[in-house]
Structures are given as C-alpha cells and as structure tokens.
C-alpha cells in the first residue's frame, strides 16, 4: 500500500486551494439564460462524476499514479456536486408547485 508523505499531501492541499481560488473555466458568460448556466453545471457535475470513476477504476486496476488521498477527494467532489444539484433541483420543483397552487 502507498504511504502518504505529509509533504505529499500538503502539496495536494495546495494545488486544490489554488483550484478553487481560480474562476471556473465552465462559468456562463454575462446575460446568459438560466437554463444555459443549468446544463453548463450540470455538465461539471457530470464530469466531476466520470473523473470520480476513472480515477478508482485505475487505482483499483494499478493502471493509474493517483494515491488513495486523490480518488478519495475526487469522489466527495463529485458526490457533494452531485448533492448541491440535487438541492437546486429540489427547490425549483417546489417553487413550481407553489406558483402552480396559487389562485389566479
């Protein structure tokens, strides 16, 4: 099994946190439609998802250098994404079915 130095995983902290100090390369561009700024998210959440997979594929397999810290932060990447579309979704049904029931 590989053993995680701290200084590996300190490294690893930091490329992260520059990640997300960084602007998402997918953001819409000004005046864009919400549906558009919808499917682009929904989009980085599936790829977080397919990242998740190939990367424990190939930890599993020994086909990848990713160590267990990596996969492990790439799949509660992709589940809490998946998790905050699956809020955003919630509450946009419900805030149809509250226009839907109120009296015209």
Same mark, same amino acid.
């Given at each position: ?7 590996? %995983? %300190?490294?690893?902290?930091?490329? %992260? ?18 549906g558009d700024m919808f499917k682009a998210s929904l989009d980085s959440v599936n790829e977080a998802q397919q990242h ?53």
């Amino acid at each position: 099994m590989n053993e995680i130095s701290p200084e590996q %995983l %300190l490294s690893q902290i930091r490329s %992260l946190n520059q990640q997300l100090q960084s602007p998402p390369a997918n953001e819409a561009a000004p005046g864009a439609s919400f549906g558009d700024m919808f499917k682009a998210s929904l989009d980085s959440v599936n790829e977080a998802q397919q990242h998740s997979s190939d990367l424990k594929v190939g930890f599993e397999t020994g086909n990848t250098n990713a160590t267990l810290a990596e996969v492990m932060i790439a799949s509660q990447k992709a589940n809490l994404s998946f998790r905050a579309v699956t809020e955003v979704r919630n509450k946009l049904v419900t805030a149809y079915q509250d226009i839907m029931n109120m009296p015209v």
